[in-house]
């Protein structure tokens, strides 16, 4: 069985930086690729970043490009997401999520683990 379990979630103000960890165990961590959603209260959950199994490879929504940075580290079973330059628009349930599959994938249907997810608040 695989848990993932999110932190560094909390408030911050607009322009400030967080960067939240996501630590899994279970079935081999390196050999899957891991993504970051985001769920804003009233909306639905969106895709904000993935990064295939290596690290070598990245992908990341428009609303974060340039911003946000998905980084992993296979021998700590973890991968991060590092915010910067966070606008209240950010504000969100922030959830990390772990496929079957190698390489990376913006679908939600395309991950099969999820966390509990980490809550991010950004003060205006």
């Known amino acids: 069985q695989v848990q993932l379990v999110e932190s560094g979630g909390g408030l911050v103000q607009a322009g400030g930086s967080l960067r939240l960890s996501c630590a899994r165990s279970g079935r081999t961590f390196s050999s899957a690729a891991m993504g970051w959603f985001r769920q804003a209260p009233g909306e639905e959950r969106v895709f904000v970043a993935s990064i295939n199994w290596r690290g070598g490879m990245t992908d990341y929504a428009d609303s974060v490009k340039g911003r946000f940075t998905i980084s992993r580290d296979n021998a700590k079973n973890t991968v991060y997401l590092q915010m910067n330059s966070l606008k209240p628009e950010d504000t969100a349930v922030y959830s990390c999520?772990?496929?079957?599959?190698?390489?990376?994938?913006?679908?939600?249907?395309?991950?099969?683990?999820w966390g509990q997810g980490t809550q991010v608040t950004v003060s205006s």
């Open positions: 999520a772990a496929r079957l599959e190698l390489g990376i994938a913006r679908r939600i249907n395309d991950y099969y683990y």
